[in-house]
């Protein structure tokens, strides 16, 4: 819609400036001021573009826009600049977000193949108990080049962001201290992982899922602390099942919550950033 608007704008404009009646009118107004004092006959004759004329010594006749014609390009240069530009720095940063969670991924898929190979195979042996999300934490640094840790109840302006929010930029609803302030690393390319662990048998089935349990889940954010801190734009979710990792909406999650939609939230935007997919 607002490109549609732009290119009727500038067509108008168009229409406007090479119209002879407005080339007609300006030759007029130049012969009653006397402000040109020579207009070439020829140039009368081909002119398509309209420009103003005039004898400066030493040159001859010189060609140039008016200064209303001048505002008004500029004036629509702005308009197109203000409609166009933010959306594309938008579409620019995406990119790099959804750039950063796959190496994100990438990163935490090879550290958890490690955990489970060194753990007979199974993450129900780690010897973590019940929400126990330091531990977890612990058994991760090993396998990660980290820069900072935070403990659970530090983690929120240390490791972590004070807020996040929805896809569609409500606070969300887990975003308070005694639910969310949980166990956070830092990589060294400045990725925050925020850890979350559940029962220690890894018999927790995730809401919605059709069956598949999982040990806890990552919280990504893809910039550190930086904004926008928006699930499904710079903050992803990825499962911790006893086997591997499952991003947030591929299998376990029977419901789509990456949709622009109000009561969308965005964390399940995972698989469709891995599998390219368009939302």
Same mark, same amino acid.
């Given at each position: 819609?607002?490109?549609?608007?732009?290119i009727l704008l500038i067509i108008a404009f168009l229409n406007f400036w090479i119209s002879p009646y407005f080339e007609l009118n300006r030759r007029e107004e130049?012969?009653?001021?006397?402000?040109?004092?020579?207009?070439?006959?020829?140039?009368?004759?081909?002119?398509?573009?309209?420009?103003?004329?005039?004898?400066?010594?030493g040159r001859g006749i010189v060609s140039a826009f008016s200064l209303a014609e001048l505002i008004i390009t500029m004036s629509i240069i702005g308009v197109v600049?203000?409609?166009? #530009?933010?959306?594309?720095?938008?579409?620019?940063?995406?990119?790099?977000?959804?750039?950063?969670?796959?190496?994100?991924?990438?990163?935490?898929?090879?550290?958890?193949?490690?955990?489970?190979?060194?753990?007979?195979?199974?993450?129900?042996? &780690?010897?973590?108990?019940?929400?126990?999300?330091?531990?977890?934490?612990?058994?991760?640094?090993?396998?990660?080049?980290?820069?900072?840790?935070?403990?659970?109840g530090f983690s929120k302006g240390n490791c972590w962001t004070e807020h996040y929010y929805t896809f569609n930029g409500v606070l969300d609803g887990w975003d308070?201290?005694?639910?969310?302030?949980?166990?956070?690393?830092?990589?060294?390319?400045?990725?925050?992982?925020?850890?979350?662990?559940?029962?220690?048998?890894?018999?927790?089935?995730?809401?919605?899922?059709?069956?598949?349990?999982?040990?806890?889940?990552?919280?990504?954010?893809?910039?550190?602390?930086?904004?926008?801190? #928006?699930?499904?734009?710079?903050?992803?979710?990825?499962?911790?099942?006893?086997?591997? &990792?499952?991003?947030?909406?591929?299998?376990?999650?029977?419901?789509?919550?990456?949709?622009?939609?109000?009561?969308?939230?965005?964390?399940?935007?995972?698989?469709?950033?891995?599998?390219?997919?368009?939302?």
């Open positions: 819609m607002k490109k549609n608007f732009c130049f012969i009653k001021h006397n402000t040109f004092s020579q207009i070439s006959e020829n140039n009368n004759k081909n002119l398509s573009i309209p420009v103003a004329t005039a004898v400066v010594a600049a203000v409609l166009v #530009i933010p959306p594309m720095v938008t579409n620019i940063q995406d990119m790099q977000f959804k750039a950063a969670f796959k190496e994100a991924y990438s990163i935490l898929s090879q550290a958890t193949s490690q955990l489970v190979n060194d753990n007979s195979g199974n993450l129900k042996n &780690l010897q973590c108990a019940s929400w126990a999300n330091d531990c977890l934490m612990g058994k991760y640094i090993p396998y990660l080049n980290v820069n900072k840790s935070c403990n659970t308070t201290p005694l639910n969310d302030d949980r166990a956070t690393i830092v990589l060294s390319n400045g990725v925050s992982v925020r850890i979350s662990m559940n029962i220690d048998n890894c018999s927790i089935v995730a809401i919605g899922s059709p069956g598949t349990p999982q040990c806890g889940w990552f919280a990504v954010d893809v910039n550190g602390l930086a904004k926008p801190n #928006i699930m499904g734009r710079d903050i992803f979710f990825i499962h911790i099942t006893e086997t591997g &990792l499952s991003p947030y909406g591929n299998g376990i999650d029977n419901v789509d919550w990456c949709l622009r939609t109000l009561y969308a939230d965005g964390s399940t935007c995972a698989e469709k950033v891995l599998r390219n997919k368009v939302y």
